[in-house]
């Protein structure tokens, strides 16, 4: 069976995985459960995490009056910054310091959710801003205890950062975002509901829509969690800890809901079908990466949101400067990364395929690599993102500066199913400016 083949194991390798959940409810209309959901979690006097287009919308005020009926005090922090730096974890942080809060509440996309969890890491655990980020950026220490109990209600459809521990900032000095996790970082509750998907226009479903098919792509090409070195504790295992048969479970499914419904969900915001099962699928994809850790994909997306020019998608709120939405900074890329990965795991990237939608009846494990960037293409052909790097700005002169860039993603890099060094990252960028 190949799912098992995979995990063959190797001299000093780890023998174990674990598992990291948060409860999840999922389904139309749950957002009026926030209130019943945070008393769950002993919330009395609750910091209420948005940003600021979201904070005068009717979701935020369906939570808002649950949290109301249930009788929780609400105090609400709108200044999450799309795309959190270390500067606005720190000023979320202050705010959640300041309040006597005795839980978190996040309403909103990605950016909300890691703000609420970053503002929990530096209110709780104070502490220079690179101390739990891995090496090069950090020291690597662990999250040294529990936070404040955290209910998270994920307003887009990609992210799935209300099912993972991780979390994603941008160092203002370095200019690029880095990522860590620890378990005491998941939500306590993800209360997940697809109605507030509804309003999202066709660039952020895309957008989401592509982070959550990388996430579950990424997980099941995944170095395989027996061949990431075995732990000396069991408390010193990561969550970046590779592919592993759960994390497959759900891959599958993310994969097969983004193969099905990506070009419905972009096409008519009026197929509940598609975005509910969109909403599914980032939650499933979440629950994937944040047991596997991603690879290479989002390792190289940094540099491109980092070194794009000239770029800003309809649908987004404009600074006047560039800017690539996460999950097109991650698929420009994607077909040149599973070209370069499947030649070591063709068989999962056959399979990663075949759950996307594409035909694999003939193809040879020669061919796994093309068959699975082609449908990528053809999806991001069908949902209008631009085509590959070069569409947002970047050229072939560009590649080394990138590479260069993206090695100091060193855990992510390692979680590709094949060693990678900066000379494959280059050529893996020259070949990803574009794809037709
Ligand atoms: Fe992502």
Redesign the pocket.
Known sequence: MGCCQYYFPTEGGAGAFTVEMPRITFGRGVLDEVGERALVCGIRRAAVFTDRYLVNGEHFACARASLTAAGIDATIFSEVQIEPTDRSILAAADFLKDGDFDGVISVGGGSVMDTAKGALVYATYPASFETYFGPPVGAGQPLPGPVLPHVACPTTSG?GSEATGLLVVRFEALNTKFVFGSRYLLPNEAVIDPACTDTLPPTVVASTGF?LL??AIECYTARAYTRWAKVAKPNARLMIQGANPWSDLHAREALRIAGAYLERGVADASDHEARDSLSWGATLAGMAFGNTG?HLA?ALSYAVSQQARGFHPPDYPSSGGTFVP??IS?IVNAPSVFRYTAAVAPERHLEAANCLGAETRDATPEDAGEVVAARIISLMKATGVPNGIGGVGLKREDAMALAESTMRQRRAIGNAPRDTALEDVQRIFEQAIAYW
């Open positions: 992210t982070d990388s996430h991603t989002h996460h999950g991650v």
